[in-house]
């Protein structure tokens, strides 16, 4: 199918006199970079019907961006969205948040800059959690979802040849914990939320993109990419402290659900990452075993990166 011809269906597009694909991402969008005859930079998403419910879920997740627009942080604005005449795509236009993907900047920054970076991010996050978005949906109804799919998930890594060697203790305490994610408060979550999806902007802010895992959930779940893709112990401290600068010291429960779902996802990560390359399940396998590390092997509720700035 010619994606020029697609491009050319999007009532807008008669105005782009630039368009780049971005190949980035694991998604199965095609993303293109934009720029207008009036200079507008834009971001054009073209996301395939895939099922039949498509349309209406990807509206949900247009207009919590536009929810998103209403608060003070930095993050990809929505400017339309709709289906493309008589072809199989969606298409979504945003800005485009110009500066480079964190998770390529860190290493230039000191550990204040990172750090500083990280309370940005936190500050946003909290920010995004805290609308009430997520109020007209059914929250028991997803929690349970999820937790049969975790459930599902957990039974398969046990059952596979692919398990860690001494997972025994993770296993149990993961398993102890997976039923108390039925009863977690929900809220409308990023889902998301790691380096890669975080603008370093060139005036040092940090801006948010690529909302289209946005959906309902339990609020600490948003946190656990930041560990299992791990870049810097100075800036995911930074995000935790501002996350929970209003209640001003970090409750048991995020740490007790945190570890849970960095566990869950050390162990059944490296399943999902069999099905792509043999470099890419190593890469994966890493990353697991680095998580585990973090948590002694089950025997730390709290990190042992994590160390509260005074």
């Not at 095609?30 to 200079?39: A, G, L, Q």
């Not at 209406?56 to 929810?67: A, G, L, M, R, V």
């Not at 590390?293 to 990190?303: M, Q, S, T």
Request: hydrophobic share 35%; aromatic share 14%; net charge negative.
């Amino acid at each position: 199918m010619e994606i020029n011809k697609i491009l050319s269906e999007i009532p807008s597009s008669e105005s782009w006199k630039v368009i780049e694909e971005i190949k980035y991402g694991w998604s199965e969008d095609r993303k293109f970079y934009v720029e207008t005859e009036d200079m507008q930079k834009l971001l054009v998403r073209l996301i395939p019907i895939s099922y039949e419910e498509i349309y209406n879920d990807t509206k949900i997740q247009y207009e919590f961006i536009k929810e998103c627009n209403k608060l003070d942080i930095k993050a990809c604005k929505a400017i339309d969205f709709e289906k493309v005449n008589d072809e199989p795509y969606l298409y979504m236009i945003l800005s485009y948040v110009e500066g480079e993907p964190l998770e390529n900047m860190l290493t230039n920054l000191s550990n204040e800059e990172q750090y500083h970076c990280g309370s940005q991010a936190g500050r946003s996050l909290r920010k995004i959690h805290d609308l009430d978005y997520g109020e007209q949906f059914d929250g028991k109804a997803k929690l349970q979802r999820y937790f049969d799919r975790k459930k599902m998930q957990l039974e398969n890594y046990t059952k596979s040849e692919l398990r860690l060697e001494n997972d025994e203790e993770i296993i149990e305490f993961v398993s102890k914990t997976l039923p108390d994610v039925i009863y977690r408060p929900t809220t409308f979550l990023h889902g998301d939320y790691h380096l890669g999806n975080l603008i370093y902007t060139p005036n040092g802010d940090v801006g948010v993109i690529d909302f289209n895992a946005s959906e309902l959930g339990d609020r600490y779940e948003d946190f656990y990419r930041l560990e299992i893709l791990f870049g810097s112990k100075f800036f995911i401290r930074g995000l935790i402290d501002a996350y929970f600068e209003i209640e001003k010291e970090i409750p048991d429960e995020f740490w007790k659900m945190f570890k849970f779902y960095n566990l869950h996802a050390a162990l059944c990560a490296i399943l999902w990452a069999n099905n792509y390359s043999s470099e890419e399940a190593e890469k994966m396998s890493k990353r697991s075993i680095r998580t585990l590390e973090h948590y002694e092997h089950g025997k730390l509720l709290i990190p042992s990166w994590y160390e509260r700035k005074e």
